[in-house]
């Protein structure tokens, strides 16, 4: 296990963490696909010119949906604007229904 100073992330290989599937970017931002447990989460972070988090690594996430707190009945929409982006959402069974960020990523890297 390979740990950071700071308890905001830990880099560990471990299925009980998010492993990171794709990076990919559309303008500004960078959209990540992250699987946990047999389901695959979509990420969304602004672009910064660090590439930290890398394909195929492991990391302790904290994710938060940017869905507004008070949406209920967010499985109507197949997309979400994230910023000027338009990013489809659950385009299968094991892609959760939502857009989530990280508070503590800045780019690619965590903080």
């Known amino acids: 296990m390979i740990s950071s100073q700071t308890n905001d992330f830990e880099l560990v290989d ?15 931002i960078y959209i990540i696909l992250a699987q946990k447990k047999g389901l ?6 602004l672009q910064d010119s660090l ?3 890398k394909m195929g690594q492991c ?3 904290i994710l938060k ?4 707190e008070n949406q209920l009945q967010k499985d109507r929409f197949s ?3 994230y910023g000027s982006v338009r990013i489809p959402l659950g385009v299968s069974k094991e892609l959760v229904w939502d857009i989530f960020s990280i508070q503590n990523l800045k780019g690619l890297c965590l903080y």
Not at 15 to 25: A, G, P, Q, R, V
Not at 65 to 68: E, K, R
């Open 51 to 53: 590439r930290c988090l």
């Open 14 to 28: 471990s299925t009980n963490n998010y492993k990171i599937l794709k990076i990919d970017s559309a303008e500004n």
């Open 40 to 45: 695959t989460y979509k990420i969304v972070s």
């Open 79 to 81: 997309v979400m604007r």
């Open 65 to 68: 949906s940017v869905f507004p």
């Open 59 to 61: 990391y302790n996430l």
